[in-house]
């Protein structure tokens, strides 16, 4: 009947956009699996673990657990911005390029991402430390190892606990700075 190959090629349809965006994720880890700071198997409480023992803005980039196709970024911060001293924040994919989720910029991988993240701290709490991730990468100017120190921050109560939302950081820093 017309309506059951309808519904076939509908399905046909949605399994061949599923296996272009299984195989866009399976590029970009392969072009990332030499990477350090990509750890894509690794659950949240691993990337924790390993953080909690790195310096302030250390951090892994690993698979979603709550957000199938999404990567988490994970990273270390003073106890001041988060209890634990571990946020995680949600890499979206959409549209063909990678945006950290609230933000608004969009980036066309995710190396890009990260790299623009450690040069500029934006909406995060503190610039990400690429110093973890290479060895032979050492801080000497006093004043870069100052701009890596995280702002101080009240952590709130998220909608989902995984992330926070850059958002809330920026209203929050524009309470707390002087009019």
Not at 59 to 87: E, Q
Not at 117 to 138: E, G, K, Q, V
Request: charged share 30%.
């Amino acid at each position: 009947s017309s309506s059951s190959r309808s519904v076939e090629n509908n399905a046909a349809t949605e399994f061949s956009h599923l296996d272009i965006h299984d195989r866009r994720i399976t590029h970009e880890e392969n072009l990332l699996k030499n990477v350090p700071w990509f750890q894509s198997g690794i659950p949240r409480e691993i990337a924790m673990e390993i953080l909690q023992q790195d310096e302030i803005g250390a951090f892994v980039v690993r698979n979603s657990g709550s957000h199938p196709g999404c990567y988490a970024l994970s990273m270390k911060v003073t106890k001041d911005v988060n209890r634990i001293g571990i946020v995680n924040y949600l890499i979206e994919y959409k549209n063909g390029k990678y945006t950290l989720k609230g933000s608004g910029k969009v980036f066309p991988d995710l190396t890009t991402l990260i790299n623009y993240y450690s040069m500029n701290r934006d909406l995060l709490p503190c610039r990400l430390n690429l110093a973890r991730t290479n060895p032979i990468y050492h801080v000497v100017d006093p004043d870069v190892k100052d701009d890596l120190r995280c702002d101080e921050d009240e952590s709130d109560e998220e909608d989902d606990q995984d992330y926070l939302k850059l958002s809330d950081f920026t209203t929050l820093m524009n309470e707390i700075r002087p009019h």
